[in-house]
T-cell receptor, first 113, second 117 residues
Framework: ETGVTQSPTHLIKTRGQQVTLRCSSQ?????VSWYQQALGQGPQFIFQ???????GRGNFPPRFSGLQFPNYSSELNVNALELDDSALYLC????????????FGQGTRLTVV | AQSVTQLDSQVPVFEEAPVELRCNYS??????LFWYVQYPNQGLQLLLK??????LVKGINGFEAEFNKSQTSFHLRKPSVHISDTAEYFC???????????????FGQGTELSVKP
């Protein structure tokens, strides 16, 4: 077990709605990254938060946004949900430094209908 | 930019047989290399990583991988697989940079390893 927890584990939303996913990072980690894993695909980097600021973003539209809190936990918000947003959303926490490795949570399975 | 290609989408193998899962990468800068395993309905677990030094890396559950810079490959091997090794395996790279880049991983499409009795 990695100590990275995500909530909820599953949820179903309707197209056009908004969703918030949450991630608690491992103790001592100050960086959180979010990934989207569509069915049968490898995870794709959405964005990363380091010390409460966005520290890099992948090829995702602005309706994907995030926050990081002083305790380093994080939220991923997706507005105007589309059917293609259905995926497993993974959160990974890590420490600052060149040799950091990411520890992943169990993921949130989002289904958009 | 980096990219990762996992050459086999599915690898069926009998129990106790050896297995190799192939991974090639492309990058204009130096990279760190990783293999992750994903069991059904679970997150990703790190199997092993190459950061520097010896090109043969040993990981958990008896897996090992060899970094070949000239062929830009990082193939994963296990001499004898078990039923419990059935899972999806992902190869990933991360660019070597000065500041914190630990979470920015580029993943391959995955290889489904199916171990049959």
């Amino acid at each position: 077990e990695t100590g990275v927890t995500q909530s909820p584990t599953h949820l179903i939303k309707t197209r056009g709605q908004q969703v918030t996913l949450r991630c608690s990072s491992q103790s001592g980690h100050n960086t959180v990254s979010w990934y989207q894993q569509a069915l049968g695909q490898g995870p794709q980097f959405i964005f990363q938060y380091y010390r409460e600021e966005e520290n890099g973003r992948g090829n995702f539209p602005p309706r994907f946004s995030g926050l990081q809190f002083p305790n380093y936990s994080s939220e991923l918000n997706v507005n105007a949900l589309e059917l293609d947003d259905s995926a497993l959303y993974l959160c990974a926490s890590s420490t600052a430094g060149r040799l950091a490795e990411a520890f992943f949570g169990q993921g949130t399975r989002l289904t958009v209908v | 930019a980096q990219s990762v290609t996992q050459l086999d989408s599915q690898v069926p193998v009998f129990e106790e047989a050896p297995v190799e899962l192939r991974c090639n990468y492309s990058s204009s800068v130096s990279v760190y290399l990783f293999w992750y395993v994903q069991y059904p309905n679970q997150g990703l677990q790190l199997l092993l990583k190459y950061l520097s030094g010896s090109t043969l890396v040993k990981g958990i559950n008896g897996f090992e991988a060899e970094f070949n810079k000239s062929q830009t490959s990082f193939h994963l091997r296990k001499p004898s697989v078990h039923i419990s090794d059935t899972a999806e395996y992902f190869c990933a790279v991360s660019a070597v940079m000065i500041y914190n880049q630990g979470g920015k991983l580029i993943f391959g499409q995955g290889t489904e390893l199916s171990v049959k009795p």
